[in-house]
């Protein structure tokens, strides 16, 4: 630890007690950064970790960017959807959320007040928000669910392949992330004879058109109609109709980049903020 609190190291588990404390003294504005990931499968060629591997990788290099605490508070997430394959481990909905509202908890009793929730698992996303909502009220801490930029040429890129392509699991945008991040852990050899496995009625797969005028509308018509379990309507694990052997891990380099830059911008503008006057009151005791 060297003056004004500043980190030698960024994850909680890393820190000594006195190296805590003395950030959280010193650190105008503390930040605690939480990832949220996945254990589950990934299809024939990604680890089962991927989503928390990746999310891992993230928050700690914008965590030394802006003299933040990182924490994984659980591995696995909720991932019951990908249960019909082996490997996946999932928490039940009020784990999850009780996971994150205790890790909360337990910081804001020290004295943190500011939260970022950083989530790389779609299945995560409504639990994530409850997590934030339930945890500003019940510890008056600030917590933010940062996400951007979206507007980027890149970013406007990789969302027409999600919508046009279905380029949510294991295919190509997440598989450039693994290589990326956890090359040795991909295996690329496995698909050698890939083929698109995702299988839904043909009229669902006509309204995977983002330039389609109705895309509005049809887009929320092939969420309805999109199966419960992820065996339901792939044999392979992948949904993403296009081959991830085309994935292109420069691009996920620049992608993670500017997604990093934004929440530096974020967190760095977050803190010249002062506390607003809800938020002042001492902390709370947290028992578990
Ligand atoms: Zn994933």
Redesign the pocket.
């Known amino acids: 630890m060297r003056k004004e609190g500043r980190l030698e190291r960024v994850w909680i588990q890393e820190l000594t007690r006195p190296a805590f404390e003395e950030w959280l003294e010193n650190e105008p504005a503390p930040v605690v950064i939480i990832g949220v990931g ?1 254990i ?1 499968q ?1 299809g024939l060629h ?1 680890p089962l970790g ?2 928390s591997l ?1 999310v891992c990788r993230f928050i700690e290099e914008v965590a030394r960017r802006t003299n933040s605490v990182c924490v994984l508070p659980c591995w696995p997430g909720y991932s019951p959807h990908h249960m019909g394959f082996k490997g996946t481990i999932t928490f039940r909905a009020e784990t999850l959320l009780n996971v994150l509202l205790d890790t909360i908890g337990s910081l804001a009793a020290h004295g943190v007040k500011r939260f970022v929730l950083i989530n ?3 299945g995560n996303t409504h639990i994530v928000n409850l997590a934030a909502q339930l945890a500003r009220r019940r510890f008056k801490v600030m917590v933010a669910i940062p996400r951007g930029p979206s507007q980027t040429e890149l970013a406007k890129r990789i969302r027409y392949r999600m919508q046009r392509y279905f380029e949510v ?2 295919g190509p945008r ?1 598989t450039a992330l693994a290589l990326h991040y956890f090359p040795e852990l991909v295996e690329m050899w496995r698909l050698k004879d890939w083929r698109n496995t995702f299988k839904v009625h043909p009229k669902l797969m006509e309204f995977m058109d983002p330039e389609r005028e109705d895309y509005e509308l049809v887009s929320q018509i092939f969420m309805a109609c999109l199966e419960p379990d992820t065996d339901d309507f792939t044999s392979s694990g992948q949904y993403a109709i296009t081959d991830p052997r085309e994935a292109d891990p420069e691009e996920a380099a620049r992608h993670i980049e500017e997604r990093i830059r934004f929440l530096v911008d974020f967190i760095n503008l977050w803190k010249s903020i002062p506390l607003p006057p809800a938020y002042r009151c001492k902390p709370q005791p947290f028992s578990a």
């Open positions: 996945s589950e990934h990604l991927t989503d990746g790389f698992h779609g699991h294991s997440e």
